[in-house]
C-alpha cells in the first residue's frame, strides 16, 4: 500500500485543505468578475457617466452587471450579444441587471499553487 500525503499552498504559504478550495474558488471568482468586466469595459452611460457594477454569484454560477437607468442596460445587452455573450434580463424598478452564467475555467489562478 503507498500512503501520500498532500499539501497545499497558497501565495507562498501553507495553507489547509479547506483554505486552498476557498482561495481557488476566489481566485475563479475575480477572474470570472474580470472577464465580464472586460466585455463592457469602455461602456459609460450617456446620461449618468457610469459604468456597469459586477457581481460574482456566491456558487460562481454567474455574473450580474447592475445598471444605472434602462438606456445603459439596453446598451450593455447590445454590447454583450456583439461579443457573442447571451445576457438573460431581470431587475426591478430601481435596479437594471443582467446575468450571464459562467462557463468551467481552464487551468487555475496565478497565485496559487500545489505542493
Known amino acids: 500500500m503507498i500512503s501520500m500525503s498532500l499539501k497545499y499552498r497558497v501565495g507562498g504559504r501553507e495553507v489547509s485543505q479547506a483554505e486552498f478550495v476557498r482561495s481557488m474558488e476566489d481566485g475563479l471568482k475575480a ?31 454567474g455574473v450580474t452587471f447592475g445598471f444605472c437607468c434602462a438606456r445603459m442596460k439596453e446598451l450593455a445587452g447590445e454590447r454583450l450579444r456583439e461579443k457573442g455573450a ?30
Do not use: F, W, Y
Not at 438573460?88 to 475555467?105: D, K, R, V, Y
Open 31 to 61: 477572474k470570472a468578475a474580470q472577464k465580464a468586466a472586460s466585455l463592457l469595459d469602455d461602456l459609460r452611460c450617456p446620461e449618468h457617466e457610469r459604468a456597469a457594477d459586477v457581481v460574482v454569484a456566491d456558487d460562481s454560477s
Open 86 to 115: 447571451r445576457p438573460s434580463g431581470h431587475g426591478g424598478n430601481s435596479e437594471q441587471t443582467a446575468s450571464l452564467p459562467i462557463e468551467p475555467a481552464e487551468g487555475k489562478p496565478d497565485d496559487i499553487q500545489t505542493a
